[in-house]
């Protein structure tokens, strides 16, 4: 168990359709992370949060947006969801912004139909 | 820009053999850092080992070796007498200079014990 956490754990959707991923990172961390892990494209950097800000982005569609609140746990949301979308989505988190090893959630996946 | 090749897709051996996974990596940054993952059949991503470019030390831990060599850009990693949990995806990735964050991961090996 890495600490990190990731709701919910199985998400089966419409295409058009919109939904919300949730993370909680490890206590202590600060940084939060997404990644997107499909057959076609492979394990995907999207997005980066540390402490509020967002830090680095990737290859993040425009119909992906993601925060991270206060209290630090993220969400990433997907809209106008396509069949192509249809993947496994991962949260990491580590302590600082940049070097520290990125231990990741059980990872939600994702279904459009 | 960064690349990881992990040539090797599947390799399957029998239980108690040992298997060696590569990984060649491309960066133009001199202080970087290399990573392994492994992913199980369970699916989630399990965090083996980080090593940064200025640390040639070989390393192993219990059954789990990794060889880094900078002259030739490869990060190999072995697993010693093989078991049946040693099965899944394992992946090697890098974290550069200029993209700080942004893990750039290889595409993965399946590894495949049989008893």
């Known amino acids: 168990d890495s600490g990190v956490t990731q709701t919910p754990k199985h998400l089966i959707t419409a295409t058009g359709q919109r939904v919300t991923l949730r993370c909680s990172p490890r206590?202590?961390?600060?940084?939060v992370y997404w990644y997107q892990q499909s057959l076609d494209q492979g394990l995907q950097f999207l997005i980066q949060?540390?402490?509020?800000?967002?830090?680095a982005k990737g290859n993040i569609l425009e119909r992906f947006s993601a925060q991270q609140f206060p209290d630090l746990h993220s969400e990433l949301n997907l809209s106008s969801l396509e069949l192509g979308d249809s993947a496994l989505y991962f949260c990491?988190?580590?302590?600082?912004?940049?070097?520290?090893?990125?231990?990741f959630g059980p990872g939600t996946r994702l279904t459009v139909t | 820009a960064q690349k990881v090749t992990q040539a090797q897709t599947e390799i399957s051996v029998v239980e108690k053999e040992d298997v060696t996974l590569d990984c060649v990596y491309e960066?133009?940054?001199?202080?970087?850092?290399l990573f392994w993952y492994k992913q199980p059949p369970s699916g989630e991503l399990v965090f083996l080992i980080r090593r940064n470019s200025f640390d040639e030390q070989n390393e192993i831990s219990g059954r789990y070796s990794w060889n880094f060599q900078k002259s030739t850009s490869s990060f190999n990693f072995t697993i010693t007498a093989s078991q049946v949990v040693d099965s899944a995806v394992y992946f090697c990735?890098?974290?550069?200079?200029?993209?700080?964050?942004?893990?750039?991961f290889g595409a993965g090996t399946q590894v495949v014990v049989t008893p």
């Open positions: 960066t133009r940054d001199t202080t970087y850092y």
């Open positions: 949060y540390y402490n509020g800000e967002e830090r």
């Open positions: 206590s202590g961390d600060l940084s």
């Open positions: 990491a988190s580590s302590v600082g912004a940049d070097l520290g090893e990125q231990y």
């Open positions: 990735a890098l974290l550069a200079t200029d993209s700080w964050g942004k893990l750039q």
